[in-house]
């Protein structure tokens, strides 16, 4: 086991959860995730694996047939997941947040109906919020829901849908304004919608179009697509909790633990670009020596342990505040900002270390090299996550004068 980034406190289980995750990246995953991730091809076979290994169900109440394991213990399995290839975080990050919303917030009929097929990985999960042209302005959207008998009628298209075209369920965040006076806040007309669909592309279900892959810089394999709603029809007995005007507080709620999932990949990515950086500098000779015995090379080295090491912790403290039942936004969106800020610059050491072939599709380096940047705007960007900490620290440091 490496010396950096270790968790102290964990169970027998928790332990033995990660080492499986551990060996299951060092030997399936590491070895081809760069071809496929040249390719952009799906990784069928590893996400059968992950199946296989229970982690789709991870977080999922035992007595819905999942494993029942702390947000911690995902963090650490997303981070390992993430080390070996970051695009496999991807596909069960999406998964998690839907099953987690259906766990926090559904009704005893949409828990029965969805969680035991999604603890098998049956059933698929992805979510959207976002929109072509909203960014980081949830509020501002503009895909309505409006009653009609005991169904819903959708129209709008929403934007970045990880899993987009693999998964079977998409939570849906849109408008419905019925029963709210004039005036209400943005945030208080939302309600999230259950969509079941079809795997695949084009159109997946009556009024439900997903075009295509967005081809996409890095984070390749995974499909990233738009969603868009033509007079889509769905039941009443979808919305998510049964009430309407809730959806933005489930999405925040599912953001925030996405949130700890982004630092935990960014822990992941820094923690592989370390050891290909560490490994390079000890086998690569210049003026007589390795590059390793160079001071310049050894502050570099001192450099990227030490953001490993911190943002580890802080992910960790996150999760554990999580899973305490205690409010972690704060936390939360410390350790995505640090995560995935000092993710970019362990990755650029590492690049640079490795010199000119740092720039070759041979080595692994130049695909973390893409692949860190989506760690900067992925739930939320690095702004967004400095307002949410400015924020709650007024909150908490409020002048008493």
């Known amino acids: 086991m490496a010396r950096l980034a270790q968790t102290a406190g964990l169970t027998d289980v928790q332990q033995e959860i990660v080492s499986t995750v551990r060996d ?6 590491i070895p081809v995730a760069t071809e496929l991730e040249h390719r952009d091809e799906y990784p069928q076979a590893i996400v ?13 109440p035992e007595e819905y047939g999942g494993l029942g394991e702390s947000l911690l213990t995902y963090a650490l399995c997303v981070e390992e997941i993430a080390r070996g290839w970051m695009s496999v975080s991807g596909i069960i990050n999406t998964h998690f947040i839907v099953a987690y919303m259906l766990k926090q917030h559904g009704t005893q009929e949409q828990k029965e ?7 098998l990985g049956e059933v698929r999960g992805a979510f959207s919020m976002s929109e072509p042209g909203l960014g980081s302005d949830v509020s501002a959207i503009t895909s309505k829901a409006v009653k009609d008998g005991d169904e819903y009628v959708l129209n709008g298209q929403k934007m970045w849908l990880t899993n987009g075209g693999t998964s079977t369920l998409v939570a849906v965040l849109v408008r419905s304004d019925e029963g709210l006076p004039e005036g209400s806040a943005p945030h208080k007309s939302m309600t999230t919608f259950l969509v079941e ?16 892959k967005i081809d996409k810089m890095g984070y390749k394999g995974v499909d990233t697509t738009e969603l868009i709603m033509q007079d889509l029809r769905i039941p009443a007995n979808r919305v998510l909790g049964g009430v309407t005007g809730r959806g933005f507080y489930h999405m925040m709620d599912g953001v925030e633990v996405g949130r700890v999932n982004v630092a935990a990949r960014g822990c992941g990515v820094a923690q592989r670009a370390f050891e290909l950086g560490v490994s390079y500098a000890q086998q690569r000779h210049t003026f007589g020596k390795p590059i390793a015995q160079h001071q310049a090379i050894q502050f570099k080295l001192a450099e990227m342990a030490t953001k490993v090491e911190a943002a580890h912790a802080m992910m960790v403290n996150a999760a554990r505040k999580k899973d305490s039942g205690e409010r972690n936004d704060l936390e939360a969106g410390m350790a995505k900002y640090l995560a995935s800020e000092y993710c970019k610059e362990v990755v650029e050491d590492a690049f640079r270390i490795h010199g000119g072939y740092g720039f070759s599709k041979e080595y692994e380096i130049e695909r973390l090299y893409r692949e860190a940047p989506m760690l900067l ?20 440091y409020r002048f008493q004068g």
């Open 24 to 29: 299951f990246v060092d030997k399936e995953i």
């Open 197 to 212: 669909k079809e795997a695949g592309f084009g159109e997946v279900r009556p009024g439900l179009t997903i075009p295509g």
């Open 113 to 119: 109906y969805f969680l035991p097929r999604m603890a």
């Open 48 to 60: 059968d694996g992950l199946k296989e290994l229970g982690l789709f169900g991870l977080m999922i």
């Open 377 to 396: 705007i992925g739930e939320g960007t690095a702004e967004i996550q400095k307002m949410i900490i400015g924020r709650r620290l007024l909150e908490e």
